[in-house]
């Protein structure tokens, strides 16, 4: 037998609950709780099913928890996910399957097909996630890049350095599946059931190195600093990769393969220009370029939750919002950052990318957010596929510019954007972003129409969170990695359009955006090739 109850907790009364950080407890106090809310003695085991904060009267905040109460005990299930039923009959001669990229949706794909007892290879061109983190340091403290291993490129793809979110939009089965092998390789027990789940990048770090130990020591077959250089493409099937090292472009291996998982991430240029020359099906895509804007993480707690927002329940507050303009079209905030930093997400030379961080506690002064608008071919004046990559980059080369060299990023107060001007002194919101920022006038970076949406909007946002337009916000250029630029095609069973035996996957491919429908992309895309090789 099993009962769910959900209940709206106020505030008051939930402080004086055990800090519950599990999605069950056994704690007397929180059982007699629900059992007087629910007039009637409950089953045995209690599991939260989710936990969100409802702050829209700031003077009565409650905490809304879903809770099912079971006669059986759920933790082992919880504890042991199973990525796929599929199971290779090892007297079968096993296939050869290549993973290129090893963000989630190439982690996720490759624990998938280790599961059903293949041995992928698994090929990433940038670096370990440890050493990658010491060459993200390097470029924060001494502005030198390294255009294999950054932000963009190395082990657990752009989302390693990031709010480290698990929430998205999409709604799959496979998403409590992600979630609990997140847990299983170190992930705190909260993103279970919290409405927001998040890891920060931390614990993302740890999960990934588990993940892919795990993985090697079943079988899978893991390569770093080798970049996918070439396919060979024969009667529009797939036959092999050519793979060669990262750094110096020498020592080409070529493997014989069956199949591809092309997750290669959002900021591949290279490998996309290569795909299309061997007959791979690319398109343009719209996307969204912008800046990240900083206020003060307490005026953000303080506007959400009002004067409760020292509650030790009430996390760092974060925000979603959006508001339409008259230029036609709507500023949006993406990627929130509660407590975090703003980061140098470059991966070209001479080009400046920003990006939002945080860690798991998200206890830094400032809270930055993406704020973008949409782009799409009338502004890249091209229907070339590869016309929103050129757009990319001729922003990201203006923005290293006007920050004067040295990956530092052009920034700007928000009093002085509004007022065309540019800034000379920071006020009470300093910038976060290294290797270090350069006072300057956004709108000579901005496209013309992004200026004036951003202008406007900000305005307008205002109105929703008292403060968002702060004069003294920052707001640092440019941030054009938002999502892929281009869709790999594929058809409905998975495959490129145009050569079978490819997999195109995950957030590169133009088929998700963020960690948690990436990962969910990358077991399906498995599960479609795995019923293709073995149906």
């Not at 996720?108 to 996630?129: C, K, M």
Request: proline share 4%; net charge negative.
């Amino acid at each position: 037998m099993e009962t769910d109850i959900r209940l709206a907790i106020p505030l008051a009364v939930y402080e004086r609950f055990p800090k519950i950080q599990s999605p069950y407890t056994d704690d007397r106090d929180v059982r007699a709780y629900f059992e007087k809310k629910a007039h009637k003695k409950l089953p045995k085991y209690c599991r939260f099913l989710k936990k969100s904060i409802d702050a829209r009267h700031k003077n009565d905040i409650r905490v809304v928890v879903q809770a099912r109460f079971q006669d059986t005990d759920f933790r082992k299930a919880m504890e042991e996910p199973v990525l796929t039923d599929h199971k290779i009959d090892n007297g079968k001669d096993k296939k050869r399957v290549v993973v290129c990229g090893s963000g989630p949706a190439g982690l996720f794909a490759a624990a998938t097909l280790v599961e059903a007892g293949l041995s992928p290879i698994l090929l990433e061109r940038g670096r370990d996630v440890d050493t990658r983190t010491e060459d993200v340091k390097h470029l924060k403290e001494d502005g030198i890049l390294d255009i294999c291993s950054n932000v963009q490129f190395g082990e657990g793809g752009a989302g390693t350095f990031s709010d480290g979110k698990l929430f998205s939009g999409v709604s799959d089965p496979r998403r409590d599946l992600v979630l609990s092998t997140f847990v299983k390789y170190g992930a705190p027990k909260s993103i279970l059931y919290e409405s927001h789940p998040h890891i920060g990048t931390d614990y993302l770090r740890k999960v990934i190195r588990n993940m892919r130990q795990d993985l090697a020591e079943r079988g899978a077959q893991v390569l770093f600093e080798r970049k996918l250089s070439d396919i060979c493409v024969s009667d529009e099937k797939l036959k092999s990769v050519t793979h060669v090292s990262s750094y110096s472009g020498q020592d080409a291996v070529e493997i014989p393969c069956d199949a591809l998982v092309l997750a290669i991430g959002h900021s591949a240029r290279d490998t996309f220009y290569m795909l299309s020359e061997r007959g791979v099906k690319l398109e343009q895509k719209p996307f969204a370029v912008g800046v990240r804007i900083e206020h003060l993480q307490s005026e953000i707690d303080r506007s959400q939750f009002g004067e409760c927002f020292e509650s030790e329940i009430l996390h760092p507050a974060n925000y979603k919002v959006v508001t339409a303009t008259s230029t036609g079209r709507k500023l949006y905030s993406f990627c929130m950052c509660p407590g975090g930093e703003v980061v140098c997400g470059s991966s070209e030379e001479n080009g400046v990318v920003t990006n939002g961080m945080s860690e798991y506690a998200r206890a830094r002064e400032n809270a930055n957010s993406a704020m973008l608008v949409g782009v799409d071919e009338k502004d890249f004046g091209s229907t070339d596929w590869d016309a929103g990559i050129r757009f990319q980059q001729a922003l990201e080369k203006l923005a290293y510019e006007k920050g004067k060299g040295g990956y530092s990023a052009p920034a700007q107060r928000v009093s002085d954007f509004h007022a065309h001007r540019k800034t000379t002194e920071w006020g009470k919101v300093r910038p976060s972003y290294l290797p270090g920022v350069t006072m300057s006038d956004l709108w000579e970076v901005l496209p013309e129409e992004v200026a004036r949406t951003l202008d406007e909007g900000l305005t307008l946002l205002d109105r929703k969170i008292n403060g968002f337009d702060d004069p003294d916000a920052v707001i640092t250029a440019v941030e054009t990695r938002s999502s892929s630029p281009v869709r790999i095609r594929r058809d409905e069973n998975g495959e490129n359009l145009s050569v079978s035996g490819i997999y195109p996957t995950g957030e590169g491919a133009g088929y998700a955006g963020g960690i948690m429908s990436s990962a969910i992309d990358g077991i399906r895309q498995a599960e479609v090739l795995l019923d293709k090789l073995f149906s």
